[in-house]
């Protein structure tokens, strides 16, 4: 039997809640319950309960490594906002604010051994499976982290390394989430590897309309100032795409706006946004998005499970695509 | 047959030399190779060895896991340096100085996940004990660490407080690489918690010895500067007992040096020796050097493993301790 996506949202947020983290010291812990208090779509660990259920009914076997995704998923983004400098995360300080740097690194390199010590607790059967593939990840998601840092000093990044880039530090997760459900649930290896490409395709669909809300969204339910991207040069599809693609007068103007020092930010979004739109990075980006939904529903198609538990992975694959923020 | 530990730190540093890391991308991967070439005195991963062969000539098993421990213990160096600061490490430059502190808490992050997949390749039988014990036991040293940050803004941490602190941030990495030794070599539940103990105890006694030689080692063959713990007013153990054991005038000047801005050095440090000497704190921490060292030993007497192999022990706890750097 396998649930809407909802369903095991509500299981996940009870797990999550239900974390015991130690008295002391407070200046460890009190930073990672507040980072998992802040709470997040939930989707990775959403997609563990739902895999292993599709495949073998056993969500109530899944639920620690659920958890342990998700402290692994906000314990990168804990130390990528002390790299980034970052003030606010989901409305509220990140912790190197309302702390500091060292209680950051800190307490994010115990939440990460305490993800690690949630993905221990898989049946013991299939644990060191679980683990190898957890760990795998892991270093693909710093290698990832690395290439997004070295991309920052380069003008001549191609769609494929980009594409590669996001992959990495994203949906990889995605595709190691479903994975992990896929094994407890007892999958074969093929249907393992199927879904976890499922979950590969649809994160590059999630990233690459990340990139494009970022400049077409709506203000008011983009839930922050559509244009950040842009201001800030980050070298998103859209941006690799528009020095691939601009021309004559839109390339050099588009050089413009990015040596600019401090460009009016209303115009700067406009200007740029208009360029993207003329050299037709939009459509190619829609065209992009489109493409790795298709595929992830294609290999959707392939794998042995009810056609129910093939719909629960395709609502999930709508709510996340027509969200807007 | 067990060897001496000379001949385990060569496994040792041939397994660490062996350590492939991936070409790209070499902002993450030439960090981590850097820190691990640095050396170092590779006692942990030794002691796994050393175990693993004193209760089942296991040591060509234990290697993986014994090369993690040594991962583990340089990534919690590398961190560390960053958050103090730190300019050298091992007479080379610290990898956040090296490169910038960006990268040393991403390639540090990948450190740890790297070091958690060597652990992952102890015998499966047995994998996921030595998991459970080597994540248990690094949630202690992150609490270790954040004690010992606590302290720093305190001036009443008392000696029991203080050799707790010590205990996680330090002595329990030891007494964990003896005990995943242990276990891997086949040890009774009863003998791996003694070896355990051998290592904690003797963890002790060496990080009271590093105290103790800051202030009364020998300038020449210790390698750095004499009282660097007395000039950056370091709650050691020597500072935590002089707060409570000088009198009268000598807490007054204490007090006063621990205040005093600018001071200069030699005349600082002289004068703190003097009271550490005067007040008795010197023959404190002698004795309690003195009193961890010989409980360890007892604990190593019961353990029922030939006697060549606790030989190889004492060997080492004897190198451990008349070490003068």
Redesign the interface.
Known sequence: MVWSFNEYLDKVNDAVAGICY?D??K??YEPIAYTMSLGGKRIRPSLVLMASDAFGNNSHKAIAPAVGIELFHNFTLL?DD??DRADVRRGKPTVHMKWNA?TA??S???M???A??YI?KAP?AV??EV??LY??T??EI??G???D??FESRIDVTEAEYINMIRLKTSVLLGCACKIGAIIGGASAEDAMRIYRFGELIGLAFQLQDDLLDVYGDEKTFGKAIGGDIMNNKKTFMLIKAFELAQGQDHIELMGWINAENPDRAEKVAAVTEIYTRSGVKKIAEERIARYTKDALTVLEEISIDDDAKEAFRSFADMLMSRTK
């Open positions: 130690p002391e010291p200046g460890l130390h002390v790299m060292n690194i800190l994010g390199d115990a990460l051994t305490m690690t010590q221990a013991v644990m060191p683990m190898k760990n795998n892991a270093m710093y290698e982290q690395q290439y840092v070295d």
